[in-house]
């Protein structure tokens, strides 16, 4: 159990579905991101959320809509997605935002589009 | 930007010998550097990190090093055994701002029985 959840673990949608990913954690921290990771690529960070306000947006494109309704729960909207946006998609914590603090990550969900 | 490079990419080991795996950085600012084991159906877990004011870290099995002078730092895996068999990310993180970490491309490493 590594604190961080995710839902769903699985995940098959149309390009013109609407879904939504999940991440939750109630260790106590303050900051949430959501990180992207595809074959034979490095993590990619999305979105970083300090006390629920969005500090990063790492240049991703607008079919992908961040939302943070408090400090335990972090969501993913997803609409209009492409095949290459099929990946796994972790989401993380830390206790602080830009003390070099541990993240923890959740199990991720496994995105296919198409 | 930081820039990470991770190696090798796969590395396939007998149990009980040691494992290593490299990384190098190029942003002198990073001064965290935390190592993640990623086991198939299961989420990154934190495995040991490593500060740029110490230059090793022991835990049972696992030790990292550090070398700031030459912007590497590596994960040792001792008496390896099979359940050790994941892919292994590390990671960098600047200093002064945001810990928004940098990740290498992953090790995937298989330790036969």
């Known amino acids: 159990e590594t604190g961080v959840t995710q839902t769903p673990r699985h995940l098959v949608m149309g390009m013109t579905n609407k879904k939504s990913l999940k991440c939750e954690q109630h260790l106590g921290h303050n900051a949430m991101y959501w990180y992207k990771q595809s074959a034979k690529k490095p993590l990619e960070l999305m979105f970083v959320?300090?006390?629920?306000?969005q500090t990063e947006n790492n240049s991703v494109p607008s079919r992908f809509s961040p939302e943070c309704p408090n400090s335990s729960h972090l969501f993913l909207h997803l609409h209009t997605l492409q095949p290459e946006d099929s990946a796994l998609y972790l989401c993380a914590s830390s206790q602080d935002w830009g003390l070099g603090s541990a993240a923890f990550f959740g199990q991720g969900t496994r995105l296919t589009v198409v | 930007g930081e820039n990470v490079e991770q190696h090798p990419s796969t590395l396939s080991v007998q149990e009980g010998d040691s494992a290593v795996i490299k990384c190098t950085y190029s942003?002198?600012?990073?001064?965290?550097f935390p190592w993640y084991k990623q086991e198939l159906g299961k989420g990154s877990q934190l495995i040991i990190d490593?500060?740029?004011?110490?230059g090793e870290k022991k835990d049972q099995r696992i030790a990292v090093t550090l070398n700031k002078t030459a912007k590497h730092f590596s994960l040792h895996i001792t008496e390896t055994q099979p359940e050790d068999s994941a892919v292994y990310f590390c990671?960098?993180?600047?200093?002064?701002?945001?810990?928004?970490?940098?990740f290498g491309r992953g090790t995937s490493l298989i330790v036969h029985p």
């Open positions: 959320y300090n006390f629920k306000e």
């Open positions: 942003d002198s600012a990073s001064n965290y």
């Open positions: 990671a960098a993180s600047p200093s002064g701002g945001s810990y928004i970490p940098t």
């Open positions: 490593i500060r740029s004011n110490v």
